[in-house]
């Protein structure tokens, strides 16, 4: 892969220098601003689910992996359903590589594929 790649932490990774020293940052949390479909949105970036994510009442993106097909995962979805319900938004995504076909996505493509859209803000 082209670029700097960034490392948003996870349970697995080594946390030695000479492992770290191969990435551009390494973090456990990022919260950052992109441009997607023409319209700027911030990101947040980790690897643990956050149902109340910094910025989710503001038109904010969550980004997170850790749960894998299991009923963890399951019960996310649910607790997710459940925020969308009651009227609170929460735009979170698990982009754990099982759940994107093993295959890198850009952002537009996890958003399209859960059915959900951008919005102009």
């Not at 700097?4 to 990774?13: A, F, K, M, P, V």
């Not at 919260?31 to 503001?58: E, Q, T, W």
């Not at 979805?77 to 982009?95: Q, T």
């Amino acid at each position: 892969m082209n670029g700097h790649i960034h490392l948003i932490r996870s349970n697995h990774d080594k946390r030695s220098e000479a492992y770290e020293s191969c990435f551009y940052e390494v973090v456990d949390y990022k919260d950052m601003g992109i441009m997607a479909d023409g319209v700027k949105c911030r990101l947040i970036l980790s690897y643990y689910f956050i149902p109340f994510y910094n910025g989710a009442r503001h038109m904010a993106f969550m980004l997170h992996g850790h749960t894998h097909k299991t009923e963890e995962s399951v019960m996310e979805e649910r607790i997710k359903k459940d925020i969308r319900r009651k009227g609170l938004r929460c735009e979170a995504y698990n982009v754990g590589a099982m759940w994107q076909n093993y295959e890198p996505q850009t952002f537009e493509e996890i958003i399209a594929r859960q059915g959900r859209k951008i919005p102009l803000i």
